[in-house]
T-cell receptor, first 111, second 113 residues
Framework: GQNIDQPTEMTATEGAIVQINCTYQ??????LFWYQQHAGEAPTFLSY????GLEEKGRFSSFLSRSKGYSYLLLKELQMKDSASYLC????????????FGTGTRLQVFP | IAGITQAPTSQILAAGRRMTLRCTQD?????MYWYRQDLGLGLRLIHY???????GKGEVPDGYSVSRANTDDFPLTLASAVPSQTSVYFC????????????FGPGTRLTVL
């Protein structure tokens, strides 16, 4: 079966650091994506990991451990505009771009 | 236009009616996808198309059909809508070279009464 787990909700304070975890059990693995989705809007691409390690992009970083079936998204210097849902998605197959999504983590940032 | 557009933005539909949700992309992407998003269930794939002229079933295809007559358009049809099809529908596309990011349209909010 295919399973992707993320916490349902998290809260944090403006200026702080938050880590959103994602664990996956899929039939195959060919990359892990993080998307950001503000309420009432479409998901937008944040990051992509296919090899183990940390990918840094400004205030956002994403980490992958394939042996542990684990990823996290790290958000630094949180801003109010970071309040959104964060979706973890796995591409299980090498021969298509199809994705399996987790149910998302709703992050609320408070002043 | 730039990216992916969807129409309508929202729709209220009587049960039993036929409805087609439209999706158009101008990025010349080979692959296109339809998802539904429901609270607590996340994004679930309905149908996909790896290239013009081909389609495939996703996780929740029942009650939906698609066609891919050309590269740009990927309409989703509900032949006879039911209340359980009330959802937000997102269309997405990717270049389709098997290592690409999916990009999403703005979504259609559909209510079936």
């Amino acid at each position: 079966g295919q399973n992707i787990d993320q916490p349902t909700e998290m809260t944090a304070t403006e200026g702080a650091i938050v880590q959103i975890n994602c664990t996956y059990q899929t039939s195959g693995f060919n990359g892990l994506f993080w998307y950001q989705q503000h309420a009432g809007e479409a998901p937008t691409f944040l990051s992509y990991n296919v090899l183990d390690g940390l990918e840094e992009k400004g205030r956002f970083s994403s980490f992958l451990s394939r042996s542990k079936g684990y990823s996290y998204l790290l958000l630094k210097e949180l801003q109010m505009k970071d309040s959104a849902s964060y979706l973890c998605a796995v591409r299980p197959s090498w021969n298509t771009d199809k994705l399996i999504f987790g149910t998302g983590t709703r992050l609320q940032v408070f002043p | 236009i730039a990216g992916i557009t969807q129409a309508p933005t929202s729709q209220i539909l009587a049960a039993g009616r036929r409805m087609t949700l439209r999706c158009t992309q101008d990025m010349r992407h080979n692959a296109m996808y339809w998802y539904r998003q429901d609270l607590g269930l996340g994004l679930r794939l309905i149908h996909y198309s790896n290239t013009a002229g081909t389609t495939g079933k996703g996780e929740v295809p029942d009650g939906y059909s698609v066609s891919r007559a050309n590269t740009d358009d990927f309409p989703l049809t509900l032949a006879s809508a039911v209340p359980s099809q009330t959802s937000v529908y997102f269309c997405a596309s990717s270049a389709g070279t098997k290592a690409d990011t999916q990009y999403f349209g703005p979504g259609t909010r559909l209510t079936v009464l």
